[in-house]
């Protein structure tokens, strides 16, 4: 069974950044794909950014591209959602997800295991 505990949210001006974490309890965490999930209130959980096992390749929303950065130190069991310019549309509770040696998808539904999500609010 994985661990998956993110860190780093919190409040933040518009035009601003956060960086956060998502550290893994796994042996291994090299071999998991990890994506990035938002989840506004009364919204559907959505894409942010996903990270490969195999090759570190990466894949992002259209809504974050060029803003968010997503990154992974296999060294520290550790993923990474670097967010700069951040609008108060970027205000939600961001999950991260794993899954082992498959590849990095935008589905939430492929994804095993799950934070318990941390919230961003951005303010105008």
């Known amino acids: 069974q994985v661990q998956l505990v993110e860190s780093g949210g919190g409040l933040v001006q518009a035009g601003g950044s956060l960086r956060l974490s998502c550290a893994a309890s796994?042996?291994?965490?090299?071999?998991?794909?990890v994506g990035w999930f938002r989840q506004a209130p009364g919204k559907e959980r959505e894409f942010v950014a996903a990270?490969?096992?195999?090759?570190?390749?990466?894949s992002y929303a259209d809504s974050v591209k060029g803003r968010f950065t997503i990154s992974r130190d296999n060294a520290k069991n550790t993923v990474y959602l670097q967010m700069n310019s951040l609008t108060p549309e970027d205000t939600a509770v961001y999950y991260c997800?794993?899954?082992?040696?498959?590849?990095?998808?935008?589905?939430?539904?492929?994804?095993?295991?799950w934070g318990q999500g941390t919230q961003v609010t951005v303010s105008s």
């Open positions: 990270i490969a096992w195999s090759d570190g390749s990466t």
């Open positions: 997800a794993a899954r082992r040696f498959l590849r990095m998808t935008s589905d939430p539904n492929e994804y095993v295991y």
């Open positions: 796994a042996r291994s965490f090299s071999t998991y794909s």
